[in-house]
């Protein structure tokens, strides 16, 4: 069961995709394929912090990789 903490502990789509290193619609495949845990918060998907940490621990390479400029 998903639980999510203080709401500001929980970063939404688009800060996951920052600190991972991907884009946003990366992130909603990763949520959708169940290999990142999610949940709504008024309206607004949002990840636990314990789960993205957990999930930047098990794939190294793909955790806090900087993007390339466009």
Known sequence: MLRLGPRKKNPDGRSVAERLG?????VRRLI??????A??????????EADLEAYMADTPGRARRPQQAA
């Open 39 to 48: 949940g709504f918060v008024r309206g607004q998907l949002r990840v636990a």
């Open 32 to 37: 959708r394929d169940g290999e990142l845990p």
């Open 22 to 26: 991907v884009s946003e619609s990366t």
